[in-house]
Structures are given as structure tokens and as C-alpha cells.
């Protein structure tokens, strides 16, 4: 099982960057994705989530108008573009793959079966 994250970097405040992470069609597929992040000091969060055909999808309050996740079943990859990036948007993104294929518990960890390495936001202000 593998999951890889890819799409961090360092941009300015109010800059745009998209991440990426990849998995095997065994690992994903009829499976719900979301991405999380864990800032410098604090708890892993809930980002994003997305049902597994993409019909459905939930967003943290603080993201909601900036950030967009979706997926495409046949590259067995989601994605996050996140615009209108902030200083408090810092933190090492966490893709995972959910025991379900709908959005059942998507905001709790207990819910996801896989998840990746994580990969690094930085935003300057």
C-alpha cells in the first residue's frame, strides 16, 4: 500500500499551489479520499474529502471558498488546489484513503484505512 504525496513547497501569502498524491487502484478505488494537515504544535485536522466518484464532497470551514479537492479515478490520484493561500495555512498535508466509499465520518480520523507521507506548505506573509 502506498499513497504519495507530492506539491508542497514555500509560496507568499495570496499565492496558489496544488498537491497531488498518487496511489494504486487497489488502494483507492470504490474509497472515499481526504486530505488533512498538521500545523507546527497542533493536532492533524480535516481538510478536504471527496466520495470515490467524486460526486460528493465536505470541506473544513476555515478552506471553504479557497481550497478545491478532486480526483480522477483513472490516474488513481486526488488532488488539492489551494488558493488565496495564508500564513495559517503552514502545515505538512496528509493524504488518506477512507474505509468507505461516501463521506461517513470523513472528518474523523478513526475513519481512514491508509494514509501518506505528508508533504510540506509553507506560506510566507
Known amino acids: 500500500v502506498q499513497l504519495q504525496a507530492s506539491g508542497g513547497g514555500l509560496v507568499q501569502a495570496g499565492g496558489s499551489l496544488r498537491l497531488s498524491c498518487a496511489t494504486s487502484?487497489?488502494?483507492?478505488?470504490?474509497?472515499?479520499m481526504s486530505w488533512f494537515r498538521r500545523a507546527p504544535g497542533k493536532e492533524r485536522e480535516f481538510v478536504a474529502g471527496?466520495?470515490?466518484?467524486?460526486?460528493?464532497?465536505d470541506y473544513a470551514e476555515f478552506v471553504k471558498g479557497r481550497f478545491t479537492i478532486s480526483r480522477d479515478n483513472a490516474k488513481s490520484t486526488v488532488y488539492l488546489q489551494m488558493d488565496s493561500l495564508k500564513p495559517e495555512d503552514t502545515a505538512a498535508y496528509y493524504c488518506a484513503v477512507s474505509l468507505w466509499p461516501a463521506l461517513r465520518g470523513v472528518r474523523s480520523i478513526a475513519s481512514y484505512r491508509y494514509w501518506g507521507q505528508g508533504t510540506l506548505v509553507t506560506v510566507s506573509s
Open positions: 487502484s487497489r488502494t483507492s478505488s470504490n474509497n472515499a
Open positions: 471527496i466520495s470515490w466518484r467524486g460526486g460528493d464532497t
